[in-house]
């Protein structure tokens, strides 16, 4: 009991909107592909150098979602559960998701990402709504990560031409 009582006196909740835009050289449609199908999600959003996956699964439709589990090296298990909201494909995803580490929930999150053309290639906005919690992560940390997801979408879009 002790424990719950501590933890209620450290509550805390952080509200932040970030948005990120960025241009790929890539189509609408190419870009749009690696949010939806499960091998480049995996590639270019969890694998690599340091990683430990324990799960990774994803249902790409409105009302699927995906549970990712993994560690970096060999730190504690971080736990990612989204929901999609909304698809219209090769425009816009819009997916909610709840952020943990270990059994301790670090965030829950409203993220939209529209593409539209931009010349040959495509305009991806990015924009996040979160509520951070108990001083475990903070909007200016997510958006930082956020920034380095997507420049490993775009190593990812360049790798798969």
Known sequence: ????????????????????????PQSPTKVFHAFADKATVRRWRIDGDGFAIAEFTFDFRVGGGEVSRFSYQGGPEIRLDAQFQDIIADQRIVFSYRMAIGSQTMSASLTTVELTPSGEG???????????????DS???????????????????????
Request: charged share 25%.
């Open 122 to 136: 495509t305009r991806l906005t990015y924009t996040e709504q979160g509520a951070f919690l108990d001083g475990v």
């Open 1 to 24: 009991m002790n424990q719950i009582a501590h933890a209620k006196d450290e509550q805390s909740v952080i509200h932040s909107t970030f948005t990120i835009e960025r241009t790929y």
């Open 139 to 161: 909007a200016q940390g997510r958006e930082e990560g956020t920034r380095g997801l997507l420049e490993a979408l775009a190593a990812e879009l360049q790798r798969s031409k």
